[in-house]
């Protein structure tokens, strides 16, 4: 297990994102594979997020560093394309975060208008924030409007969820990119959405996109133009041919470097 400590992520930062297959998204089906691709991508990541397992097996094999922030993905019963995949519970605890000393958790919150769950979603939130608070852990909030099955990437459902998990206390959040042209008007929803919260917002990468990285680049540029604190990436870097160079190229917008 990682010896880092609880402590908060350092911004900006570039987040390994590697909690895919224990929700039915099947990335990488042989585990070996997913875990040299993770090997491969995270010296140039300032932190990990991801289930049990892989961050256990990641820390003990030395691919995690003292410097890099670990989170434990907490809740992943919403199976993808499931009867039931709104009704996403814990499948891991605080408690089991800070016994194994990773630095924080990460919770998905899903919002779904039609669907009576969601007031049991933020109860979860709430109980969650207030249990990493007591235990000293820092918490990665994953809130998302939820609609026709998916995740939605409208720029005002992006603010409303991430002011609603702001404002009941979450310390560091995970959003989509909006869905929007590159450039001026992309930025400035990203804008919108970081000055809609006092906290570090971090954007998810989404899925792997084919057809090359420049797609996936010009967002991590929109997304840090408009004020983010870094992104939370995983599929579109672990499934590059080459995951190393991909995190390597992120790393670099993240960090101006």
Known sequence: ?????????????????????????????????????????????????????????????GAVGPDQATYLSINRTGLSGAAFELDDRLVATVARAAADGWNGVKLMTRIDFGDERGAEALELLGRVLEEARSSGLDALIEPVVWRDGRMSRMEDDIVLAAVI???????????????????????????????????PVLFLGGPHRHGGP??????????MAGGAAG???????????????????????????
């Open 165 to 199: 998990a702001h404002d009941m206390g979450a310390p560091l959040l995970k959003v989509p990119v909006p869905d929007l042209p590159a450039g001026g008007q992309r930025i400035d929803a990203v804008e919108r959405v970081v000055a809609s919260v006092g906290v």
């Open 1 to 61: 297990m990682t010896a880092a400590g609880a402590r908060a992520l350092a911004v900006p930062a570039l987040v390994l994102a590697a909690d895919h297959r224990a929700r039915g998204v099947m990335t990488i089906e042989r585990y070996a594979d997913l875990l040299r691709a993770l090997r491969d991508a995270l010296p140039h990541c300032d932190g990990i997020l991801a289930t049990a397992q892989p961050l256990t097996d990641l820390a003990e094999g």
């Open 214 to 223: 420049e797609p996936v680049l010009e967002e991590v540029r929109d997304a």
């Open 231 to 257: 992104l939370a990436m995983g599929r579109a870097i672990y499934q590059e041919p080459s995951p190393g160079e991909m995190a390597r190229r992120v790393a670099a917008i993240v960090h101006g470097t």
